[in-house]
């Protein structure tokens, strides 16, 4: 039986189900470096190599999916699969997404809480960040080039940085004002705020290369009350469904339920990404619960930055940790991984939710003009948000130490010269040159980084 509101695809569309799964796969495999990296990763395959649908479908949706709690890049590889192949498609997309990613951090999290040793991790790891950086570098200018197509973006998105990385504003009141902004902006001077190209628009002399899926060949749902409602009593009943019968078998107070209920409501406010509830979370966990001691969300934080799949993961690690540590009747080691499958469950259940709800709405609203004069001004925005993760990222993968400061208002990140890594900055410098000048995959840059990670850490002892 399928899910409300499911539908088989259309048997003469161009891409198959089964090429759209292994696509899906290789996407998940090499969706490393936050939301930056992973959209660029999959503008790359999806736009750029596979053409399978076109640059004004892929920021509609992204703009959509940016507007959301949670995993932006995980919500949008569930918007496009539901775009190519309905319900089935967004579940496989999206399921797949994070796979990779559950089964690598539970392997982490076992190691870890067995045996408290991550040398060979750290090694294994060691070259991959700074590749990453070099990742997130990228997609800064891939989208910066595809979308600030005029000052009036490039003025938004610079505003945006500005405002996120020294004045420390947060990402949902960016958003919202770039959408007002842009809004306003689209009737006075509609030029300037209306820079998305509708489906096979091109600029004189530079015709756009058509997608391969054009509109009727993807999904066409009209939003309906009753479609609405059933959705929502699908999915609800799959995200608290579990969490009763947690509550119902272990009690009300147990780990397992404290972790279901925590987990839940930070699922609804992870506004821009992961590290805009990382502190409030940890925090949480350490002082609040004592799944986790000190420091230890550092751990886990790099666990998820390290693997593929979004960095929201590390709400996995934590999961794992403060169920082996809390396991009640059960043997630790099962008790951490109940703990981290019903974290993993409560996290993105309401993920699909979003999508499954609101795609089809948002889907009739692609032609409408103040809609994109809005949804353009808060693309530019983002560029300055992602500028912002790709800055924070560079100096933290550099540099060991890395204070926040304050003068007249403004945050300051500043970091501490002694502490830097030239073996880290090797690393940089090599993942650069072969993403920038020698143009080679990113498959290639991060396995050869992470092979002269590995001899660097060792070597240096």
Known sequence: MNPPGSAEGDDDSPVSFREAFWTWCRVALLSFGGPAGQIAVMHRIIVDEKKWISEERFLHALNYCMLLPGPEAQQLATYIGWLMHRTIGGLIAGILFVLPGFVAILALSITYACFQETSFVQALFFGLKPAVMAIVLEAVLRIGKRVLKNSTMAALAVASFICIFFLNVPFPVLIAAAAVIGFVGGRVLPERFVVMKGHGAAKAGHPEVQPVLRDEHLTVVHPSWGRSFKISVFCLTLWFGPLALVAWLFGPTSTFTQ??????KAAVVTFGGAYSVLAYIAQQAVEKYGWLQP???LD???????????LI?????????GAYRNPGTLDPLV???????????VTFVPCFFWIFLGAPYIEKLRGNRQLSAALSAITAAVVGVVLNLAVWFSLHTLFGT???????????LIPEAATISWLSTVVAAVACVMTFYLKRGM???LATCCLLGIALYFVNG
Request: glycine share 18%.
């Open 313 to 321: 993961m590390v709400v996995q690690f934590v999961g794992f940790m």
């Open 402 to 412: 890395v204070t926040t400061g304050h003068y007249c208002g403004v945050r300051l």
């Open 335 to 345: 008790a951490g991984i109940l703990g981290s499958v019903l974290t993993t469950w």
């Open 295 to 297: 420091g230890e969300m």
């Open 443 to 445: 498959a290639l840059t």
């Open 259 to 264: 972790e279901g209920i925590f987990f839940s």
């Open 300 to 310: 886990g934080l790099g666990m998820a930055e390290t693997t593929p799949g979004p």
